[in-house]
């Protein structure tokens, strides 16, 4: 089954449908500012497995900044990482035409 960096990435070989980049980033957005739950945003993209996990966890990282300021920023960060990661022809999180997950789980600061 894909993750979310699956999804995002998209690919031929995905087994699910690729989310929508700029519609993931916006709900991430509306998700800090209260208006949509991690429910919500799980249902609207039928986040399921590892999918939902790595959604909560960036959940848990927007909710472990404090200010709007640092939340904004972590939401830049991660719309960052995963525009690189929509765009195969990107050398920082591609390696050999595969998304380095290493790199992206480092850099959107997993642990």
């Known amino acids: 089954m894909a993750d ?4 995002i ?15 993931f980033i916006a709900l991430e957005r509306l998700y800090a500012l209260g208006e949509w739950s991690r ?11 590892d999918e939902a996990t790595q959604a909560s966890t960036l959940a848990d990282k927007i909710d472990a900044e404090v200010g709007a300021t640092n939340k904004t920023l ?5 719309e960052s990482i995963f525009m690189c990661i929509e765009d195969s022809s990107d050398t920082l999180y591609h390696s050999g035409g595969v998304v380095n997950k290493t790199k992206v789980y480092e850099d959107l600061l997993f642990s």
Do not use: C, K, S, W
Request: glycine share 12%; aromatic share 6%.
């Open 4 to 7: 979310l960096i699956d999804r």
């Open 9 to 23: 990435a998209g690919g031929p070989l995905l087994d699910r449908p690729t989310i929508n980049l700029h519609r």
């Open 39 to 49: 429910g919500d945003i799980a249902a609207e993209f039928d986040l399921q497995g």
């Open 74 to 78: 972590y939401i830049l960060r991660v």
